[in-house]
């Protein structure tokens, strides 16, 4: 059984491995005959358009196998279509994050959100951006934005007491933990954030009276 698994585990590879590079072959191909090759007429285009399509689709597959570095070259070059550009654009951001590249990732992000003001994943993964970069300002501000424009979703309450505790700020964390507890008893991150917020020891009346003996 075992080997059978390993088997089909290689198999299951070497598909991969073959779409892959087939997929390579297809836009070495479109290129050679895109810029050797006598233009068929009224189909340059069309010709044009699916280059930068297979540039999409290599970089999604080096995105896909984690290797950024080359999915930044491929979405650079879809780039150069204006109908896929911001498609383009966004992605090549995410290769930013992967790569810990936060100057260049701020940037697309905050360029992004100025063209989508409302769009409330580029917020927060520009957040998580400011957070990272030890840019504390502007993460609690953009959170606090979130939180107030979305109070029915626990999700960047969650998060902005995460960034409130790396940044050492225990007591604004403590307030908001509150209304975590308060406004979304039912989160599941409230038992693994209790730890950071013990409660106080509680003095009880033999520890008291004990303590008034000893004095005297």
């Not at 290129?31 to 006598?38: D, E, H, I, N, R």
């Amino acid at each position: 059984m075992k080997l059978k698994r390993l088997y089909s585990d290689k198999i299951r590879k070497a598909v991969v491995v073959a779409v892959f590079f087939a997929a390579i072959q297809l836009c070495l191909s479109s290129c050679y005959s895109s810029k050797f090759a006598l233009p068929i007429p009224e189909q340059g285009n069309a010709v044009q358009k699916n280059l930068y399509v297979e540039y999409m689709n290599i970089a999604d597959t080096y995105f896909n196998l984690e290797k950024y570095d080359k999915a930044e070259t491929y979405y650079t070059a879809a780039m150069d279509n204006k109908d896929i550009y911001w498609t383009a654009y966004y992605k090549l951001a995410k290769c930013y994050v992967y790569e810990s590249k936060w100057g260049e990732a701020q940037s697309s992000y905050e360029k992004l959100l100025k063209r989508d003001p409302k769009n409330n994943s580029l917020k927060e993964a520009l957040a998580y951006i400011y957070a990272m970069t030890g840019n504390t300002e502007k993460a609690c501000s953009m959170y606090e934005q979130l939180i107030n424009e979305n109070p029915e979703s626990s999700q960047y309450l969650e998060n902005y007491i995460c960034v409130l505790l790396g940044a050492e700020k225990k007591e604004e964390a403590k307030e908001y933990y509150d209304k975590l507890c308060n406004e979304f008893p039912a989160s599941k991150r409230l038992e693994e954030m209790k730890v950071q917020f013990p409660e106080p020891e509680e003095t009880t009346e033999a520890q008291t009276e004990g303590e008034g003996e000893s004095e005297e």
